[in-house]
């Protein structure tokens, strides 16, 4: 079921969101010269191997906040791809509840949305600091028509199992009638 489905999605991005250190994201300033720390290396490195061990996820990233808006602090894309959002890219596209997100620490599904990427559903999961404020929120991205297909999949086995036990009980009411008929 959809509920089943989305809750699924929600508690991943929870787990995904809660390997990254408050303390590390902390030291990113979303700018161009997170590039050569060590830093922003191993949170790539994690964004990465997220992606890799889940196959339906698209994009991972890390997004901060500030007066301006919404900014990538950085993604799971190589840098050679045409997606790549490098540190300091501005997200000019997140919602009204991303927005919220950085104020109430409240992790929550959106979608499915459209934006310059694509049409996705996403799990957003906000990263606390020690201090009670949200230093980042960890995102992944899940393709809307892989999410719908799932959820067409597993509404699917169900059905079918209904369907192959109704035509069993036909075939046994026919020999029955039959049986009787002779």
Same mark, same amino acid.
């Given at each position: 079921s959809k509920q089943r489905q989305t809750a699924s999605l929600q508690a991943r991005v929870n787990s995904m @969101?809660?390997?990254f250190s408050p303390e590390q994201l902390a030291t990113l300033k979303g700018s161009e010269s997170d590039l050569a720390s060590s830093e922003y290396q191993a949170v790539k490195s994690q964004m990465v191997k997220l992606v890799e061990l889940n196959s339906d996820v698209r994009f991972a990233y890390l997004l901060g906040k500030d007066d301006q808006g919404v900014y990538f602090l950085g993604d799971s894309e190589n840098p050679s791809s045409r997606d790549y959002?490098?540190? @300091?890219?501005?997200?000019p596209e997140a919602s009204s509840e991303l927005l919220e997100s950085f104020n109430n620490s409240m992790s929550f599904i959106e979608g499915p949305t459209t934006d310059s990427f694509g049409t996705w559903i996403s799990g957003l999961y906000p990263i606390m600091g020690h201090n009670g404020k949200v230093v980042a929120v960890f995102g992944a991205d899940v393709d809307f028509n892989s999410y719908r297909n799932e959820l067409y999949l597993s509404a699917m086995t169900?059905?079918?199992i209904v369907v192959v036990m109704l035509l069993i009980l036909t075939i046994y009411y026919r020999m029955r009638i039959r049986e009787q008929a002779s």
């Open positions: @969101g809660a390997f959002s490098a540190p @300091g890219d501005r997200y169900p059905l079918t």
